[in-house]
């Protein structure tokens, strides 16, 4: 017998859950979708390093598939990988965490983002966000049953929340902070002031620090500062970080949670029922990142460094004002001083120039004004689309567009 | 690092920057690199800018030939004579003073297999020092100077993405 015909009812949204039916598609996909459909595209919209994982790390996970190292690992994650994790914040930060019970391998640092509200927030409790931020921060918090309590920040204050915005955001069910620096998508990076500005705001409301420093090993100028340079912060400070940025390995999804024994023991709870473990070779490939990727990410970090002073000097020559970022890979210059809205510059510049850009507000309202514009794209690339974005300005804008670049370090220049 | 460095470094990743570009790289001013260029292109640090060609994919194909040769060293020259009177000749790209089984490594380029068997038969072998010669012809180049040369397929990333 022929089955009926039955029409799908997508106009009933009853059966969704109300949360997720009520969240906002993400900004970003609507441009991810135009930029997809314009052929010949020269995108500076992309949040993952442009280098391929580098090949000892490729060649460790390879390795791995033919000895059919295929199976479950620990919920936690490999004991030697957990290891490798603990020895690496030893060596960098100076901080020892227990590969037993303070450490969670997690599925990219998404994951570990998710499990941190999911453990902490109670319905209604509420995270305090950063605005502009990274887009999953608000939502994950959402979908946890917290609320997102959204905090200003500025280009003139270098995109670091100020203590002010930070107290009144302040309500007696605020339970958590989250901060990310080096910063997506505004390349901001925080002073040692800034981070014990913070880490007392954190210990004075009795708050949990939701720490995001996946970006950390790309610091330029200065070396990044840790919040777990802060021992008093310690039993309140969960840490994210991650493979896919400094070793370029976005598409292994592997990442970090480092914190307190009871934190990171409830985050295991639900990561064991929902995710079980992360890829068994993509945990081989991290341990051979950890042991012997120290050059292959300097290798890439130099050359970051070289085109973040490259772009940076070309959008300040034509007009888009932008500070030099010290660290991630991202500028977010200001296109106010061409009188066009985010989206409005972004769209014209894809429909007109082909190149893609992502809009500041994709980040939140204090994103408006400003446009993100990645550099982990080649060298030659990054000229082509400044190329197009003078075409543009000139077109548009010729008073605000200048020929020669700026010095920025006429100042203070290095005796190196 | 030294300032030096740093301009070589930016030149290699790129030689057509322009010494305003190469400024902010490496936070200097543009005259300072100016001079800078001009100075190691005068000492023969910097001995040039070519374009990086693809040998696999250009039009006109070229032959070419790793040649060992055994020589024998002259008293008061050891290997730099012999070594002048071979890589003086145009169609001859390289050569290398190598340990092991032979002496020197001489790669060759030519249009036809003809033109390099004429180089070993009229012009190498019947050098009064060599000992012997052993030619492999070149079948493919997979990388060079660094670059991988052969096509694999373009690496998809997504144009956006958060």
Redesign the interface.
């Known amino acids: 017998m022929k089955p009926a015909i039955i029409e799908p009812i997508f106009q009933s949204q009853s059966r969704i859950n109300q949360d997720v039916a009520d969240l906002p598609p993400s900004g970003i996909r609507r441009f991810f979708d135009l930029a997809a459909n314009t052929p010949g595209v020269i995108s500076l919209g992309v949040g993952e390093p442009d280098f391929a994982t580098p090949w000892h790390i490729s060649e460790a996970g390879i390795h791995a598939l033919e000895m059919g190292q295929t199976s479950y690992t620990s919920n936690s994650g490999m004991p030697r990988l957990r290891e490798e994790v603990s020895a690496y914040f030893e060596r960098i930060h100076h901080c020892r965490y227990d590969p037993a019970g303070e450490l969670l391998i997690t599925i990219g640092g998404s994951e570990g983002l998710d499990l941190s509200f999911r453990a902490l927030l109670n319905p209604g409790e509420e995270a305090i966000i950063v605005d502009p931020s990274f887009v999953s921060y608000a939502p994950l918090a959402i979908l946890a049953g917290g609320k997102a309590i959204r905090i200003p920040t500025t280009a003139e204050n270098g995109f670091v929340p100020r203590r002010e915005h930070l107290e009144k955001a302040l309500s007696p069910r605020t339970k958590i902070l989250v901060v990310n620096y080096p910063n997506n998508p505004t390349g901001a990076t925080l002073t040692m002031e800034n981070v014990e500005e913070i880490a007392d705001f954190v210990l004075r409301s009795d708050l949990i620090l939701v720490s995001d420093e996946i970006y950390l090993p790309l610091s330029y100028e200065t070396k990044g500062i840790s919040f777990t340079s802060i021992p008093e912060l310690r039993e309140q400070l969960v840490l994210l970080h991650g493979f896919s940025k400094a070793w370029a390995m976005t598409g292994w999804r592997l990442g970090i949670a480092a914190g307190p024994r009871d934190i990171i023991a409830a985050m295991t709870k639900i990561h064991q029922y929902s995710i079980m473990c992360a890829s068994s070779l993509a945990q081989i490939a991290a341990i051979e990142a950890l042991k012997n990727g120290a050059d292959e990410v300097e290798r890439m970090r130099r050359e970051y460094d070289a085109r973040r002073r490259f772009i940076a000097s070309h959008f300040n020559r034509l007009g888009l004002d932008c500070f030099i970022p010290k660290g991630a890979f991202y500028v977010f210059p200001s296109i106010r001083r061409t009188g066009l809205s985010s989206e409005e510059f972004a769209l014209r510049l894809l429909e007109d120039e082909r190149v893609a850009v992502v809009p500041g507000t994709a980040f939140g309202e204090c994103g408006e004004g400003h446009i993100r514009c990645s550099y982990a794209t080649s060298l030659e690339e990054i000229r082509e689309a400044i190329n197009h974005i003078e075409h543009f300005l000139t077109k548009n804008h010729p008073e605000i567009v200048s020929e020669s670049l700026p010095l920025p370090y006429r100042e203070e220049k290095a005796e190196h | ?3 030096q460095n ?1 301009i070589l ?2 030149l290699e ?2 030689a057509r ?1 322009s010494p ?2 190469i ?3 490496v ?4 005259e300072t690199v100016k001079e800078e260029i001009h100075r190691m292109e005068k000492e023969g640090i910097i001995l040039g800018y070519k374009a990086h060609i693809n040998p696999e994919r250009r039009e006109a194909q070229k032959v070419a030939c790793l040649i060992e040769v055994s020589v024998q060293p002259e008293r008061g020259h050891g290997f730099d004579k012999i070594a002048e009177r071979i890589y003086n000749y145009p169609e001859v790209q390289s050569v290398f003073l190598v340990s092991g089984g032979y002496d020197l490594l001489v790669v060759i380029e030519g249009k036809t297999m003809r033109d390099i068997a004429n180089f070993v038969i009229e012009k190498l072998s019947i050098l009064p020092n060599v000992r012997s010669t052993a030619s492999h012809f070149l079948l493919k180049k997979y990388k060079e100077l660094g670059t991988v040369l052969v096509q694999y397929p373009e ?1 998809e ?6």
């Open positions: 690092m030294p300032l740093k470094e930016a990743r790129d920057l305003a570009d400024a902010v790289m936070e200097a001013d543009e690496r990333r997504i144009p956006v993405s958060p």
